[in-house]
């Protein structure tokens, strides 16, 4: 006999990769496209002007956030298995969006972002990597966006630090729409993270 947990998580994925076909076709003709909107005031923890200037490097990660799918996690069921929104995907894939949001964060903070191609002005340099960006179900009603990334400062060859980063933020949907809300959240509060992370370090070679 099935388990009503067994049953209830497969109805869940089952009306998650459907969300997008639920809607009327007269008024869907293409895949909705969703990023992380328009910029916004400050979250309320960015420091003001951390450091002057600072090269962001594009962010890397798993090959599985190369392209535009969106993926989501019931955790409560089989956490092991990543899936995929049908008819919602990114306007861009995530590793771009997360590196122009953290460039537009620290760049409202007070920062010169500048690009790979002014290494050579001695500024110090940020990677980032991505390890997580989901959107993840503890249950059939409760989910939120998760963001892990972990941060790099470098001057030339140098690593003058490292910090891992982990942010969530609940989602107001259990659909792709409240997903992408989530992680536009978690996304921000991460950059506000890195801002005051920045602030404290010695950026001179050591």
Known sequence: MISPRILGAAALATTLALAGCASSSKSRASNDQFDFGPLGAPVAQMPQAPL???????????????NERM????N?????????YANSRWSANPLILVT???????????????????????????????????????SAAQSEGQVVLRASVFRGHTLLDQKTISRAAPAPSADAAGGVRALAASTDAAAADIAAWLAGIDTRAK
């Open 52 to 66: 002057a200037a600072v090269v962001v490097m594009d962010a890397t990660g798993s090959p599985a956030l190369e």
């Open 100 to 138: 122009q949001r953290i460039k537009a964060r620290l760049a409202q903070s007070g920062v010169k972002v500048l690009s790979a191609t002014d290494t050579m002005n001695n500024v110090p340099i940020l990677r980032i990597e991505i390890d997580d960006f989901t959107h993840a179900f503890a």
């Open 71 to 74: 993926l989501y996690r019931l």
């Open 76 to 84: 409560y069921a089989d956490p092991l298995q990543a899936r995929t």
